[in-house]
C-alpha cells in the first residue's frame, strides 16, 4: 500500500492539491465538484477507530498529499499525525480527534501557505509556526508532513549546554545516511542532512504537536522511511521560516 501511496506522489495532483495560481480555469470551463467530506455517519474518529469511515478518511487525506500510511480503515498513529498535518495548514487547532471543523475544511481546503513562491520546481518548505513541511514536484504540493523544530528549552549533553534553535534561511540538501544514525544529542533515522552533518530533517520517534527537537526538523517514522527517495540529494533547496 505504501508503493501505491507514493506512486500516487509522482501522478498529477488533483486540482484540490495545487497552488492557488494553478486552479485558475478558463471563463468557459466548467467549475468541477467539489468533493464531499469523509461521512463519519456522527461517530467521533480518534485513535483506535475502525471502519469505512476511517478509510475514507485516510483517502481523502492521501488524496491531498497527507500520508495517513496504510488505507486500512485503521486510526493509527500514521493516520493521527496526518491529521496534524491538515489541522496545522487549515489554521485549526491541532487535535487527536476529527473535529466538525475539520471535517468542513477536508471538503473545501485551502493550499498550505506558500513561504517561497519562486523557490524552484521542486523544493521543501518548513513552515515553523505552523509546524509542517511541504514538498513541492514540479510546484505542486507531493507531501505534506507534521513536524517538530526545536522546543526551545535549555539542555545539556557530553559537547555542553545551550538553547536549541532551528536555523531560518535559505538551504539545499547535502548528504543522505541511510538508516539509524547516532547523534550527541540522540538518534536519527535516515537523515537529509542541510547543514554540515549537524542539522537534517531526520525520522524519530518523538514528534510531538510542541516544537521538541534540540534543532533538526524532525519528521514521522512512518515518512522518513521514504522521504529520501522523493528528494533528489544534494541540491534540493529547503527552505526554513519562522
Same mark, same amino acid.
Given at each position: ?14 486540482? &484540490? ?11 468557459? +470551463? ?19 477507530a ?18 495517513p ?31 466538525a ?6 471538503? +473545501? ?8 513562491r ?12 505552523d ?25 545539556? +549533553? ?71 527517495? &522523493? ?12
Amino acid at each position: 500500500m505504501r508503493r501505491l501511496w507514493m506512486a500516487a506522489l509522482l501522478a498529477p495532483v488533483v486540482a &484540490l492539491a495545487v497552488p492557488a495560481a494553478a486552479l485558475a480555469v478558463p471563463a468557459a +470551463s466548467a467549475k468541477p465538484a467539489k468533493p464531499a467530506a469523509p461521512a463519519t455517519g456522527g461517530r467521533i474518529l480518534q485513535v483506535g477507530a475502525k471502519g469505512s469511515s476511517v478509510r475514507a478518511l485516510q483517502r481523502r487525506l492521501a488524496q491531498l498529499k497527507y500520508y495517513p500510511g496504510s488505507i486500512d480503515g485503521k486510526f493509527g498513529t500514521n493516520t493521527l499525525e496526518a491529521v496534524w498535518a491538515f489541522q496545522e495548514t487549515q489554521g485549526l487547532h491541532p487535535r487527536n480527534v476529527v473535529t466538525a471543523a475539520m471535517q468542513r475544511a477536508l471538503a +473545501s481546503p485551502r493550499q498550505p501557505k506558500v513561504l517561497v513562491r519562486r523557490g524552484g520546481r521542486l523544493r521543501i518548505e518548513v513552515n515553523m509556526k505552523d509546524q509542517v513541511l511541504v514538498l513541492y514536484k514540479r510546484n505542486r504540493v507531493a507531501l505534506v508532513s507534521h513536524v517538530s523544530t526545536a522546543g526551545g528549552r535549555y539542555f545539556c +549533553s557530553q559537547n555542553g549546554c545551550g538553547d536549541p534553535v532551528t536555523p531560518t534561511g535559505d538551504f539545499t540538501t547535502l548528504s543522505y545516511i541511510p538508516g539509524k544514525v547516532a547523534a550527541p544529542l540522540g538518534d536519527m533515522y535516515n537523515p537529509v542532512f542541510f547543514i554540515g552533518t549537524i542539522y537534517a530533517i531526520h525520522g524519530d520517534t518523538q514528534v510531538p504537536l510542541r516544537p521538541a527537537s534540540h534543532g533538526c526538523v524532525r519528521i514521522p517514522l512512518d515518512i522518513a522511511a521514504f522521504f529520501h527517495t &522523493l528528494v533528489p540529494t544534494p541540491g534540493t533547496p529547503v527552505y526554513i521560516r519562522d
